[in-house]
């Protein structure tokens, strides 16, 4: 089983950039296709963007195309979320999350869970 430890939420104004990290212990991580979810306050987790086991394949939300990046590090056990231009709506807990079964990236019953990072955009 994979652990995964979330890091570099914050605080950042709209039209910032941030980028969060996901460490994830365990010999198999580069088999698996990784993804970032979000939990906006009083709203349901969605999901952000995923990236298959080389890096080869990557999907997004449609909210995030074209501002955020997913990418992965197999060597270092590490999968990114590069987010630029946020906005306030970009406010949420971020969760990374590997995938164990399935083929949807948006069946979240099929993922293991990061603890969650928060993100804060003001405006």
């Known amino acids: 089983q994979v652990q995964l430890v979330e890091s570099g939420g914050g605080l950042v104004q709209a039209g910032d950039s941030l980028r969060l990290s996901c460490a994830a212990s365990?010999?198999?991580?580069?088999?698996?296709?990784m993804a970032w979810f979000r939990q906006a306050p009083g709203k349901e987790r969605e999901f952000v963007a995923a990236?298959?086991?080389?890096?080869?394949?990557?999907n997004y939300a449609n909210s995030v195309k074209g501002r955020f990046t997913i990418s992965r590090d197999n060597a270092k056990n590490t999968v990114y979320l590069q987010m630029n231009s946020l906005k306030p709506e970009d406010t949420a807990v971020y969760y990374c999350a590997v995938r164990s079964r399935g083929n949807s990236d948006q069946v979240q019953s099929d993922y293991y869970w990061g603890q969650g990072t928060q993100v804060t955009v003001s405006s």
């Open positions: 990236i298959s086991w080389n890096g080869g394949n990557t």
């Open positions: 365990g010999r198999m991580f580069s088999s698996y296709r």
